[in-house]
């Protein structure tokens, strides 16, 4: 009968909060008699008196992503940063602590021709996302007025990434090529005679294929932070006088930056870890860092590779950590 | 999904010319994210005696049927089959864990800073080192690397990270006076969870695992250096590249976006009957 009285704010503890607060405080209210209560569920037992902390419980739910994040992520990075040290030759590799692999890597032309070439890539295509991403998350969010609608053209934008990026980056080759797709167009509309030669096997169609791949990884996150604006901040500031570039400029942009930094993150890192595209869309003229080190690991050259692992480990965590130097993005995620 | 149904300008006025500018813009973008995929779509009826660009030389679906014919293409199959295996284990246990995660993340505590860094850390890791120092663990420990250990651990590391961020997004919306409520009238911590927490974030939980399905049904990256001897398709597609320079490759592509599409398009059903459902329940 009394566990409803249970219910009831437990008596403070003496000096917890002091004799002032202790007497100001407002009286619980009487119990309800259990016949008024109607619940389905069962009351809770008596004599059940085990109450972890809540750090305990948080934990307990923690525990299995950061065991396997542990396991499969932080070990094995351990792992290549120790075997960058090592030596090795055609045979096998060797316990050892050396820097020779991180000097052969340091002072190679290539690798700084490579960086800069991924690099480039990376800021060309960050910038072109970043400005679909935001206009399309604007139109979408502050433009399209029924919810319905909203949906259907976000399921627009997502359906194509529901085919695999493999497939997607060989799916510009027939539509880029001498006799592709576009061509065929071009020509047919007496835009050129010739068919355009540049479109494919070029840094063209590798950034092409890029913002095609990656544009809604800008898309989504920008759009979520959009959508919790206020519409009556945007009235707001338009009643205050503000132009559209100026609420854009001082409403929107700094309340969607979470969005902002986290699609850029997404997109930087992307194009950074990427090997396959710029292989099969460069046509052999660019590379990449990875597909750089995919060839030392076909080669089983462990140590170099990871060397090569650990410098660009380094140099995506120092762009990384810059972008969340500007947003607290844990702070806006998890409310 | 975005929600609310009133936002940005009252629906009175007339439209602003923004409107029309990026009205054009969102359809430019459609056009460039559905034409290379049509061309690809079309391309995979392509005649027997077509190649692998236009003009398309009649119909037909020779090239479907070479997929399953023994001889080069002999490995797709058993390929597909393991990667719905792989995706429906990866699925599961991204939700169980990522549900878990961001329910614990609600409070700030102690080590929850460095949890959550390491998840960041795991999402933008260079996709290839990940398998690669899975797969190089593997070797100090002289384990084989192999489809349900060592590619599922380097798949976690990727669908997790994505689960879990889509779960806070599910979770801000949830509001906790519903818990609050199920505490006030007596309900133990499991009851809370089974029957009210739970049901409510349902719809985002589908999301989630239909995503973290697709995400490892199209893998590629992680998986390559940790998967072993036994390739999963989007593998198995990768190797074909180089060799394979007629249309099948597109109608492998027509057949696994088919697949995307059927799964996805159940589960959007699933969750939008759901949702009926409870708006008719709420509404009497």
Sequence with gaps: MNWIAKRSPPPLAAGGWGEGAAQTRVAPPPPIPPDQVRSRLLPRREGVSFRP?????????????????????????????????????????????????????????????????????????????????????????????????????????????????????IAWIPFLGRNGAFNTILQSLDITSQPLTFLLFSDFAVVVTYVHLFTLLMVGPIANSMAKIDPALLEAARDAGASRWRTMVDVVIPLSKTGIALGSILVFTQVMGDYFVVKQMSGGQSASIVSMLSTEIQAMQYPPASANAMVLVVFVAIMVGCMMRIVDVRKELVK | MVGGSQRGIGPREARPWTFYALGVLFGTFLLFLYGPMLVIYLLSFQGPNGGVTFPMVGVSLQWFRDIFKPGQMANIPIAFTRSIELAAVVSLLTVVISVAAALGFRRRFPGSGVVFYFAVASLVMPSLLVGFGIGLGFQFLGWQTSLFTSALGAQLTWTLPFGLFAMFAVVNRFNRSYEEAANDLGATAWQRLRYVTLPILLPGIIGVAMGAFTLSYDEYARTTLAIGRNNTLPLEIYALISSATSPVLFAIGTLTTSVSFLIIGTTLVVVWRMQRRRAVMVGE
Excluded at chain 1, 129 to 153: K, P
Aim: charged share 10%; net charge positive.
């Design chain 1, 53 to 169: 902390s809540p750090w305990l419980i948080s934990w307990f739910q923690l525990s299995p992503l950061s065991l396997v994040l542990l396991v499969l992520f932080a070990l094995p990075t351990m792992l290549f940063l120790v075997v960058s040290f090592f030596d090795y030759d055609r045979v096998g590799i060797y316990p050892a602590f050396l820097l020779d692999n991180y000097r052969e890597l340091l002072t190679t032309p290539t690798t700084l021709r490579v960086y800069i070439s991924s690099l480039k890539f990376a800021v060309v295509v960050w910038a072109i996302t970043l400005f679909l991403g935001f206009n399309i998350a604007w139109f979408l969010i502050f433009h399209i007025r029924s919810a319905t609608t909203r949906t259907v053209l976000f399921l627009l934008c997502a359906i194509p990434f529901w085919t695999s990026g493999i497939i997607r980056t």
